[in-house]
């Protein structure tokens, strides 16, 4: 086994606050392209910029259209968790780990079992109205074709956070908490470029930061331990 493997290994053995802070590249061995990579999304080319049409002011002037690219390319059926999720479940589940912090809106991680999961970006499960705010789940957007809209007759809109739209507060203040807490953070398929989420990362004081990504990052020199690989094969080993 590799030296680094067999370091984060040791280091989860000896640590019980462990906070893990990862992106899209922890979806993609789930089959669910990330945006970055060369294969990315944001490599793939569309009408608009993707980060565009990912923005609330598209949402709001041209809905119909988000909606086409919104089921198209984020909302993948049929996708499961991989070996990375499965081992951040059982990590907390041990009492090891105590919050998953994601930006990813997939929902993957509660599916393989994590209970304290912080989603920065929201949640494609969750939708609103726009108009009287009631609540839908998933399937209000998926069984219907272009605009769905309430029995008010307002708009649905994702409970996800799109470009130019606020986080949320709580789950901020809770994921500054957690990783200030924490004794050990392992940061995970995420190219940590999109703040105010890749920021959360500099409030972690201690010495074990753990950065495992498929390629380099802005924060690869602030690594305690640096593993370059496939997050779902390294937490396979660990
Ligand atoms: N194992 C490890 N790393 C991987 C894997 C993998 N199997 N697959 C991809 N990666 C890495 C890539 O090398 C890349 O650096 O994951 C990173 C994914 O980076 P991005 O595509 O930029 O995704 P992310 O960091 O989550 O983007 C943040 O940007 O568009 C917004 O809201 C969107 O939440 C997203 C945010």
């Known amino acids: 086994m590799d030296d680094n493997i067999l370091t984060l290994k040791r280091w989860i053995e000896e640590s019980s606050n462990i906070v893990f802070f990862g992106g899209a590249g ?114 209000a957007v998926t069984s219907c074709e272009g605009v769905p809209k309430c029995t008010c007759g307002g708009t649905i809109k994702p409970d996800v956070v799109l470009y130019g739209e606020c986080l949320d507060e709580d789950v901020i203040e809770a994921s500054v908490k957690a990783i200030r807490n924490a004794d050990m953070l392992i940061i995970g398929g995420t190219s940590l470029v999109v703040y105010p989420a890749a920021g959360l990362v500099d409030y972690y004081r201690g010495n074990r930061l753990v950065l495992i990504n498929r390629d380099p990052t802005g924060y690869d020199s602030s690594a305690d331990l640096l593993i370059t690989g496939k997050i779902g094969e390294v937490f396979s080993q660990v």
């Open 26 to 139: 922890v979806s993609t061995e789930s089959g669910i392209p990330d945006f970055r990579s060369v294969d990315g999304l944001y490599h793939q080319k569309f009408d608009y910029p993707p980060e565009t049409i990912l923005s609330g002011s598209f949402f709001e002037t041209h809905t119909e259209e988000f909606y086409r690219f919104y089921r198209d390319k984020m909302l993948i059926s049929g996708v499961k968790p991989n070996r990375a999720h499965i081992r951040l479940a059982e990590l907390e589940a041990e009492g090891k780990l105590r919050a998953v912090i994601t930006q990813n809106i997939d929902g993957l991680h509660q599916l393989a079992g994590s209970r304290n999961v912080l989603e920065l970006h929201g949640s494609v499960l969750r939708n609103h109205c726009v108009k009287c705010g009631r609540s839908y789940g998933l399937e």
